[in-house]
């Protein structure tokens, strides 16, 4: 468990106990009432793993694909290695918005290639 999760743990099992309410529970946690009761709910239904996050070990949802990963590292290394990171990022920010296709502002239009000149 995270540092985070063990916190939640620790504050949640003095609530329980009744040594504090909610009210300071959420204050501790930095949370609403609402998600504290929410939590709650978790540690009844399946103890102290219910406060471990469940996207642990899943891809990100923002994940790009493969295929697009794999072609901006290609056009990176083909013409853009002498650009600051910073550069680069701005250059291929549009493109990977995209969904890695080339638009009217893409990788290798003349606007792209020369600053939009």
Request: glycine fraction near 12%.
């Amino acid at each position: 468990m995270s540092q985070q999760e063990l916190k939640r743990v620790e504050v949640i099992a003095l609530r329980r106990s009744g040594r504090i309410d909610q009210a300071e529970a959420a204050r501790r946690l930095g949370l609403s009432v609402r998600q504290v009761r929410r939590l709650e709910a978790k540690v009844a239904a399946r103890g102290a793993a219910g406060l471990r996050s469940t996207r642990r070990g899943r891809p990100s949802n923002r994940r790009l694909a493969a295929p697009v990963v794999a072609k901006v590292g290609a056009l990176i290394r083909a013409h853009y290695l002498t650009l600051p990171r910073f550069h680069v990022h701005q250059k291929f920010g549009n493109f990977l918005m995209n969904g890695g296709r080339h638009g009217k502002e893409g990788i290798g239009s003349e606007s792209a290639v020369h600053g939009g000149v």
